[in-house]
Every structure is written in C-alpha cells, then in structure tokens.
C-alpha cells in the first residue's frame, strides 16, 4: 500500500516537472563528478535518472537507469575491466541518498512504528557521509599507478 502511495506521488512529481527540476539541478554537479564522460552522452543521462529515482526512494525504478549508465560508461570504456567513471558510479549508486525512504517507512509503518519516518534525517546524513567517502578514496585509488587507465 505505502509503495503504491509513494509511487502515485512520484507519478505527480514527474506531471509537474519535479523530476526535471531535479535532474536540471543534478545535471552541472554530475557533469563535474564525471569529466571523462561527454556532458552530453547518454550516460549523463541515465546517471542523473538513476540518482533521481533513488534519491525519491524509488529504487526498483533506478536499477533499469543504473544498468542503462553501466552500459553507456561501458561503450565509452576502452578495456574490459572497470573504468573510473564506472566505478565512481558505483560508488554514487551504492551510497544512494534517498531523502523520501518509502520502502523503509513502509516497513516499519506495517510493523506498529509510531514515527516510521523519524530516522529519515540521520539516513540522508550516512549515506551523504558514505557517498564523500566513497568519492574520496575513488579519488585516491585512482591516481594509484596499478589502478591508472
């Protein structure tokens, strides 16, 4: 029931231009993230999606998004083992922000909670702390010479 909720929410989000307000706001950010990706190759494209659907917890909708960016950061790959754009979106999808957790409200909605959504606040706090983390030691793995391209 809360998912379907939260999905017929989404549905009036992208009918009033929320969803692209989101990804015109993500796309210079994400255009800065991955500077070896053409700004605007279909990758950019799809990372911003894929971040925009988990960033309204719809994590079921971002997969298909996350795996279409893994296949046109893989195009623009010259070898066959990971490139750094690749795993820097990994690391981004992996953390995944998520200000609205619908699953997780969800879930303890079902189970009784009397705030389900009281831990929202600390959610987005780990996983913005996760993703900078994250992005640095991308960062420093990257300049390592047995990770170079």
């Not at 998912?3 to 993500?26: Q, R």
């Not at 053409?38 to 996350?66: E, Q, R, V, W, Y």
């Not at 922000?97 to 079902?110: D, E, H, K, L, N």
């Amino acid at each position: 029931g809360v998912m379907a909720l939260w999905l017929g929410i989404m549905k009036i989000a992208d009918k009033s231009g929320l969803t692209d307000i989101i990804a015109k706001l993500l796309k210079p950010i994400i255009i800065r993230l991955f500077p070896d990706v053409p700004k605007d190759h279909p990758a950019i494209s799809a990372i911003i999606m894929n971040i925009s659907a988990n960033m309204l917890g719809l994590g079921n909708a971002a997969t298909p998004f996350g795996i279409k960016a893994m296949e046109y950061l893989q195009v623009l790959n010259k070898k066959d083992s990971a490139s750094n754009a690749m795993c820097r979106f990994l690391v981004i999808n992996t953390a995944s922000i998520q200000f609205i957790p619908a699953v997780m409200v969800g879930i303890r909605a079902s189970l009784g909670s009397r705030n389900p959504a009281d831990f929202v606040i600390v959610s987005i706090l780990s996983t913005s702390t996760a993703i900078v983390v994250g992005l640095i030691l991308n960062k420093y793995l990257e300049k390592m010479p047995i990770f170079k391209e």
